[in-house]
């Protein structure tokens, strides 16, 4: 498929300034089990090519599922059609790009799509199961998902290569019901569970039997649980709430087509502007945020960004002061950068490449294992697994809701709280944490449902985090 | 139907064959400058087999032989796999039902996805903009969509709908902003520039006021009345939810969860929704009362909820996907219908202090039961001093409850608009609220931007 490709970016150049194809082959499956049956298993999979070129006034895109030759001719020449017919504007450059050539493939053991149904749903029932431990549990549920992403690329700008991906991932919840009173429970994450850039070993390491009593059980507490209390608390974010706490409120901000208001119609723009990287601190010292598509196992880890950029690790912010933003070539070229930041990425054959998150993590501190920053901490709160999440379109004020808090009295945990929710303003928030947790505390959490774009494009990334605290925090908001 | 019949030929013995023929076109623009424009085209094929009460599926875009035959091997081993652990709960495929009633939700002009047509609409746009000084974001798409359902219980069905959908946000040097949006069946029920001028005209060059926390008369515009009437189809009117105990309206079919004034029900062949023939079983669409002067009256179901229900209940057609979504049906042509005031500026006339909300963004779910949510308001909010839209207002955060504010609805505007959000992730699934706008009391702003 590279072949055609490359022939079909061979012809192009006589026709646009430039052009770029993709050949994307996904192959995806989905299980879940619930309140002791099958509830679903979903195979999906998609082969097409989408052409984008740069012509006249602008940029068009033609994604098709016809991958023969005339198929793609056909793409190639109504993706011009539609770049000439927008209203004629000014482009500037794109950011420099040495030409890519080769093949990458991310690391796994066992290949998640060659585990077979049965073994899975095994896995998935034994766990469920574990999850019925009261007749208030109204929903158990236990859940997988597989995935392969195979890709060719060319470019009129002499790139040719190829990658390939597999990812999974999985997750456990119980809902919790006694009249009115409703309460959930996930395990290793909400809204779906972590996946990784990693084999079936990955699902494997959550042990996800083992989790499921406790799960049920913490569920079960919540109905009865007091109320989180209202006011201004020292908050301490587990991992997995803090990596959906660095995607809205950092990750999303430092997308430069947001900065630079290309987002504004759909995702919105950023309270940042270009002038801030360098000098604005958006956070205290202790925030070291980097972004890495190296990363192993990340999601958003590559070989090459959908753009032909090679997959680079940035710092972000260092030291709590802003450093650099996610660019892809457009973005970066706008702004005077010498190159992308190799961010432009893809849902598939049939949706563009816009700049997206790559791995946005932040760095290991130095407070030790959670139960040293509990210690430390004295009193306040230990909030776990987000249930609510909301931003406005600056990515400046922030609403979050957790599934369980649990007081922290005289340096340990306590009773378990319900209904947990903070709310900050980005900077404020960020310039109040003072303490992150050591790198064995650190991991990456990935995240499969990161929404952006027109028409709609989710994107799967990583954020590797440690638990870390936050002082004068509002809490009970909710 | 072709591509259906040919993949049901290849398929087990209870199998669904699902059809989906996407073509759309998407004209993105920012700073009154095209940004970026997609067009799509694909097909996609989803089997569906059952086995012992269970379901399964496997979709393809590779419509040879080949790909069609590997894909239905796959629904099949599936749902053999499901079956192994006993039987499950799903109550078989629809046979074939009455005649589809028609409807008028296609529109040949419109599938010409004409490219220079999307220019023209951005180049008026952008005039728009410039006459009032202001720089021009937003989007302008049409789609067309084919579904066909082949079944071994001998449905064959087939429907083909277009949409359109512009909205325009207009903004000025400092960042105020302005957004309005139209859809409509056909391209011609858009003209970008009555969409632009009402997106320029909520743009203020007066400074911008600001309210703290705390609870407050609100006007809410179709746009933002829109989005909470989906969310309550998602919280309270799935059927699953509902059979499950879960959902807003579980045990409270038959009472008052809203002010007389709230009738809502769900209208696929009314003209002004985007119109449906049927739902992703091959149910034929139906209007459905939902809510009857406050009180409320059912839920909708797919055939899975309502096998579970149980006392007679049936699908009404509002399967979300082949076999049903595990997430349950949803409404999707939901009309809201309209009350007495003339419009927003009559709505606004007795509120002494309030806000005035054109859109709502980022809402998401607190607590579901509750039909509690929490979300900003954006691109157009103003406050209301003495009974008149005065000077424009940070974006405010609110946290509160769909049924709340249906309950503390004053009155809504005889008018009635189609609004939608316009996402279209995954495959192209065009729908919207028919909704006027309305005056609640006690809206809960618990936070605001600065």
Known sequence: ?478 | MHTAQRALALAGPDSQVTVIHERSLLSRFARSAPTQATEVDDVTVEILALCDGHTATASTNLLDEQGLRATAQRAAAAARASASAGPGAYPGLAGPGPALPAHHGFDAETARLDPERAGAALRETFAVAAEHGLEAFGVWTVGDVETAIASSTGVRLSDRVTDAFMKVICRDADGCSGFASATAAAASGIDPVTVARRAASKVSPEPLAQLGPGTYPVVLEPEAVGLLLEFFGALALNGLAHVEGRGALSDKLGTHVATPAISLCDSPCFPRPLPRAFDFEGVAKAPITLVQDGVAQAVVHDRRSAALAGGGARSTGHAAQPGGSPFGPVPTNLVLAGGGAAGVDELAAPIERGIYVTRLWYVNPVREKETLLTGMTREGTFLIEDGKITRPLRDVRFTDSILRLLSATQALTQEQRLVTEGEFYGRRFAHGVVCPALRADGFRVTGATT
Not at chain 1, 10 to 16: D, E, L, V
Not at chain 1, 50 to 56: I, L, P, S
Not at chain 1, 210 to 233: D, F, K, N, Y
Not at chain 1, 435 to 455: D, F, H, Q, T
């Open chain 1, 1 to 478: 498929m590279l072949g055609l490709l490359t022939e079909l970016m061979a012809r192009a150049p006589a026709r646009c300034s430039y052009a770029e194809a993709r050949h994307v082959t996904t192959d995806q499956e989905d299980l879940l089990v619930r309140n002791g049956r099958v509830e679903q298993i979903d195979s999906e999979s998609a082969d097409g090519i989408g052409v984008r070129v740069r012509a006249g006034g602008g940029w068009g895109f033609a994604a098709t599922r016809d991958t023969t030759n005339a198929g793609m001719e056909r793409a190639l020449t109504r993706a011009l059609a539609i770049a000439e017919s927008q209203p004629a504007t000014l482009v500037g450059p794109l950011a420099p790009v040495p030409p890519a050539r080769g093949h990458w493939s991310c690391a796994y053991h066992q290949d998640p799509l060659a585990i077979s149904l049965e073994d899975k749903l095994e896995l998935l029932f034994a766990a469920e199961a574990a999850l019925r431990t009261d007749t208030r549990i109204v929903r158990s549920e236990a859940e997988c998902s597989s995935r392969r992403v195979r890709s060719a690329f060319a470019s009129t700008e002499d790139a040719a290569l190829t990658q390939e991906r597999v990812e999974c991932g999985a997750a456990i919840s119980a809902i919790a019901l006694d009249g009115d009173e409703l309460q959930v429970r996930s395990y290793p994450s909400a809204h779906g569970g972590s996946a990784a850039c990693a084999g079936w070993e990955h699902v494997l390491s959550f042990d996800l039997v083992q989790h499921a009593p406790r799960v049920a059980a913490e569920a079960i507490e919540l109905l009865t649980a007091a109320q989180c209390p209202e006011g201004r608390a020292t908050i301490v974010l587990d991992g997995d709430q803090l990596a959906l706490q660095i995607h809205e409120s950092i990750g999303h901000a430092l997308e430069l087509d947001r900065v630079l208001l290309g987002e504004a119609s759909y995702a919105g723009t950023s309270w940042v502007s270009p002038t801030d990287l360098g000098a604005l601190r958006y956070g205290s010292e202790q925030l070291n945020i980097t972004a890495d598509a190296t990363l192993p196992g990340g999601l958003g880890s590559f070989g090459w960004d959908d753009e032909g950029v090679a997959a680079q690790r940035t710092p972000l912010i260092e030291a709590g002061v802003l450093r650099a933003a996610l660019s892809d070539r457009q973005s970066a070229a706008a702004i005077g950068l010498e190159r992308s930041g190799g961010c432009a990425r893809a849902d598939g054959f049939a949706r563009q490449p816009i700049v997206r998150m790559t791995n946005v993590s932040i760095e290991p501190g130095d407070a030790g294992a959670l139960e040293d920053l509990i210690a430390d901490t004295g009193e306040g709160l230990f909030l776990q697994t987000n249930r609510s999440w909301s931003i406005d379109d600056r990515r400046l004020h922030f609403q979050f809701a957790t599934e369980a808090a649990r007081e922290i009295r005289d340096g340990e945990l306590g009773r378990l709280l319900r209904s947990a929710s903070y709310a900050g303003v980005t900077p404020q928030f960020w310039r109040s944490m003072d303490a992150v947790c050591s790198a064995r505390e650190w991991r990456p959490r990935g995240l499969g449902n990161c929404g952006k774009g027109e028409p709609g494009q989710l994107m799967r990334v990583s954020h590797g985090t440690a638990p870390a605290r936050f002082r004068d925090v509002q809490v009970g908001v909710a």
